[in-house]
C-alpha cells in the first residue's frame, strides 16, 4: 500500500476536501417552514335612490263660475328607482310658500302678477280619498319597500285645489322638495 504525504497547502486542500465530502454527506436540507392566514375582504352597500318627480298640473281655475263650487283634481307621482330591497318613506316638504309644520303643511302656490304677491291654496294627499295630507316626517310620509334595484316604484301624488278662491289673474306656482328617508 502505497502511502501519501500532504504537506503544507497540499494538506490544507486534502483536509478541506474530506471535510466538504463529509459534511455532505451528513448534510440536512433546511426548509422554511409553512404559515397561513386569511385575507378578509367586505364591502358595505348602502341604500340609495333616484328620485324623479312628475308634476301636479291643475289647469285652469275659475273662481266666479266653474270653481265657485267645484274642487279641481289632479295628480302627480314620485317615482324612485333604489337599491335592492331598500325601505324608505317619501316625505313632501310644505313648498316654497307653505307655512304650517312638516308633520301639518298649509300649501299654497304664488304669483307675483302686477307687483303683489297673491296665494291660491292647494293640498298634496297620500290616498286617493284625499283624507291623509302627505306630509314631511315618517308619520306623515309614504312608506315604499324597493323592488330589484331596476325597476320603478311609482307612487300617485293626489292634489287638490279648493273651490272658492277669488284672487287676482295670473300663473302660480309652488315648488315641493320630494326627500327619500331611509327607515
Not at 476536501?17 to 385575507?39: K, M, P, Q
Not at 312608506?143 to 289673474?169: H, I, M, R, W
Request: hydrophobic share 35%; aromatic share 8%; with cysteine.
Amino acid at each position: 500500500m502505497k502511502t501519501q504525504t500532504y504537506t503544507g497547502r497540499a494538506l490544507h486542500l486534502a483536509v478541506a476536501s474530506i471535510l466538504a465530502v463529509g459534511v455532505g454527506a451528513f448534510s440536512v436540507n433546511s426548509y422554511a417552514g409553512e404559515d397561513t392566514d386569511n385575507l378578509t375582504v367586505s364591502a358595505t352597500l348602502v341604500e340609495s335612490c333616484i328620485v324623479t318627480a312628475s308634476p301636479v298640473v291643475f289647469g285652469n281655475y275659475d273662481p266666479i263660475i266653474t270653481n265657485l263650487s267645484l274642487d279641481i283634481e289632479q295628480n302627480g307621482a314620485v317615482a324612485t328607482t333604489c337599491s335592492t330591497g331598500a325601505t324608505g318613506v317619501v316625505l313632501l316638504d310644505q313648498g316654497q310658500n307653505g307655512t304650517g309644520s312638516l308633520a301639518e303643511p298649509v300649501r299654497f302656490m304664488k304669483t307675483g302678477a302686477g307687483g303683489a304677491t297673491e296665494k291660491l291654496g292647494y293640498q298634496l294627499y297620500s290616498g286617493g280619498a284625499h283624507t291623509t295630507v302627505w306630509g314631511g316626517t315618517k308619520a306623515t310620509g309614504k312608506a315604499f319597500v324597493a323592488q330589484d334595484g331596476t325597476t320603478e316604484t311609482s307612487l300617485t301624488v293626489y292634489g287638490t285645489l279648493p273651490a272658492g278662491q277669488n284672487k287676482k289673474a295670473g300663473a302660480y306656482t309652488d315648488t315641493v322638495v320630494v326627500t327619500i328617508d331611509f327607515t
